[in-house]
């Protein structure tokens, strides 16, 4: 049976799939056309992550690093600024640590 999907894998699934007997077609995409598949997998791995049991959540988190780090270096962007970037943004505006929920907001303006 034939399933479609149209998406961007790991570079070894083709052979895995081959492996297990069973038989794929593949395309190598354009640098634009990666772009988006990754971004577009950013949000996938994303919602696995939030979805994983905490078994699964260490396996579920390294995939979404490892979309990172392919963004990373498509975009040519150093690790070293991201990280530099990271931690810019927690000095400036904390990290998650005191488990703070907003629960509302109010303008002090007069409209």
């Given at each position: 049976?034939?399933?479609?999907?149209?998406?961007?894998?790991?570079?070894?699934?083709?052979?895995?799939?081959?492996?297990?007997?069973?038989?794929?077609?593949?395309?190598?995409?354009?640098?634009?056309?990666?772009?988006?598949?990754?971004?577009?997998k950013?949000?996938?791995?994303?919602?696995e992550?939030?979805?994983?049991?905490p078994?699964?959540?260490?396996?579920?988190?390294?995939?979404?690093?490892?979309?990172?780090?392919?963004?990373?270096?498509?975009?040519?962007?150093?690790?070293?600024?991201?990280?530099?970037?990271?931690?810019?943004?927690?000095?400036?505006?904390?990290?998650?640590?005191?488990?703070?929920?907003?629960?509302?907001?109010?303008?002090?303006?007069?409209?």
């Open positions: 049976m034939r399933q479609e999907h149209n998406k961007l894998v790991r570079d070894d699934i083709p052979e895995i799939i081959r492996q297990a007997g069973n038989q794929c077609e593949v395309e190598t995409m354009s640098e634009a056309e990666l772009r988006q598949a990754l971004r577009e950013l949000l996938e791995e994303a919602q992550a939030a979805a994983a049991s078994e699964n959540l260490v396996s579920e988190l390294a995939d979404l690093q490892e979309v990172v780090d392919a963004l990373l270096t498509v975009y040519g962007i150093e690790r070293e600024a991201f990280v530099k970037e990271q931690r810019r943004k927690r000095m400036e505006r904390g990290g998650f640590e005191q488990r703070i929920r907003l629960l509302w907001t109010e303008s002090s303006e007069k409209i």
